[in-house]
């Protein structure tokens, strides 16, 4: 129920937002939604790479929990589980669920879209979009920035769920149209991420994965980034 209310306050602030675009058509509104497009691809790509790499807290059971040999719909694995939600942050249990997406990749495409979008919209873009609703109250900016912003906060929301969409059979019927016009990535190029687990990191279109393949290079190179943070210890 929270998290309803939590996503309705999020499409009321988006909503608040729209109403600053006035005044005739302006191209800039194009370039600017196909920029905070490429934008909110980085921002997927950029979290899914720290969160895939920033090791668990060790000794809270999380490794216990990945590497769990029996079903996962057990009595035993499902207490285990409720005993280690217990011991960590909402945080430590988001990068534990993406490191957790790799061996089981099929589980995220049966998640709703509010389980797939509340923790992005209660940690990002319900803070920046209140913040520019108050931006643009005190300065009515041009109708183009504010339709760059509905764009980037829109999709950055829907990065998860596009995510889940890749590993889901059934989707939308924009989806696949999406897909054909180059606006939200294949299930074949997300695939090179599965195999590789070391590039391809962004969810949504993929036009920004060679910038960010370069940021993870540099990053494992300087070893902020260790493959020792795919799996809880
Ligand atoms: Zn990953
Ligand atoms: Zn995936």
Redesign the pocket.
């Known amino acids: 129920m929270k998290t309803r209310i939590l996503i309705a306050l999020f499409l009321l602030s988006l909503a608040a937002d729209l109403v600053w675009v006035r005044g005739p058509f302006d191209w800039r509104m194009i370039a600017a939604a196909f920029a905070a497009w490429y934008l909110a691809d980085f921002g997927s790509g950029l979290i899914h790479m720290i969160m895939d790499y920033i090791p668990c807290r060790p000794g809270v059971g999380l490794a216990d929990l990945f590497f769990y040999p029996g079903s996962r719909e057990s009595e035993d694995y499902l207490n285990l589980r409720d005993r280690v939600w217990g011991r960590i942050t909402l945080l430590e249990r988001v990068a534990y669920d993406f490191k957790n997406?790799h061996p089981r990749?099929d589980a995220?495409g049966r998640r709703s879209i509010v389980f797939l979008v509340w923790t992005t919209v209660l940690f990002v873009t319900l803070p920046v979009s209140v913040a520019f609703n108050l931006y643009c109250l005190a300065f009515h900016p041009p109708g183009w920035v504010v339709v760059g912003f509905v764009v980037l906060l829109a999709g950055g929301t829907l990065s998860q769920w596009f995510?889940g969409a890749?590993?889901r059979e059934r989707n939308p019927a924009f989806v696949p149209v999406m897909r054909r016009l180059g606006l939200l990535i294949t299930p074949a190029a997300?695939q090179i991420?599965?195999d590789t687990l070391t590039r391809d990191f962004s969810?949504i279109n993929g036009w920004s994965n060679p910038a960010l393949n370069v940021v993870f290079r540099l990053l494992m190179r300087y070893r902020v980034l260790t493959p020792a943070g795919l799996e809880p210890t």
């Open positions: 997406h990749p995220l995510h890749l590993h997300h991420h599965h969810v």
